[in-house]
Nanobody
Framework: QVQLVESGGGLVQAGGPLRLSCVAS????????MGWFRQAPGKEREIVAA????????YYSDTAKDRFTISRDNANNTVYLQMNSLKSEDTAVYYC??????????????????WGQGTRVTVSS
């Protein structure tokens, strides 16, 4: 069983940065593909970014590309989402997900086995 705990959400002004963290319990974190999704009010959950277990591959949605960076620290079972140049449309609940022995593709498809409870990000304009 894997538990994911997100942190780092909050209120930020448009144009500002924010870094989200997700700590995973369980063994073999270095074999988990990881990702970040978000869900804005009245909208479906959407992929933001994903990273392979080896860190050799990453994926970004069009809205995240060039502004967000996903990274991971396998020694501390943590995945990060650095968000820069935030916009009001980035306001959402952000969820971390883990797919043990999975791939970026399975994460992108929302097929991760484990999900965190989410951390709320509010961007004020």
């Amino acid at each position: 069983q894997v538990q994911l705990v997100e942190s780092g959400g909050g209120l930020v002004q448009a144009g500002g940065p924010l870094r989200l963290s997700c700590v995973a319990s369980g063994r073999a974190f270095d074999k988990y593909a990881m990702g970040w999704f978000r869900q804005a009010p009245g909208k479906e959950r959407e992929i933001v970014a994903a990273i392979s277990w080896s860190r050799s591959s990453t994926y970004y949605s069009d809205t995240a590309k060039d502004r967000f960076t996903i990274s991971r620290d396998n020694a501390n079972n943590t995945v990060y989402l650095q968000m820069n140049s935030l916009k009001s449309e980035d306001t959402a609940v952000y969820y971390c997900c883990a797919d043990p022995y999975g791939t970026i593709m399975t994460v992108r498809r929302g097929q991760s086995n484990y999900w965190g409870q989410g951390t709320r990000v509010t961007v004020s304009s």
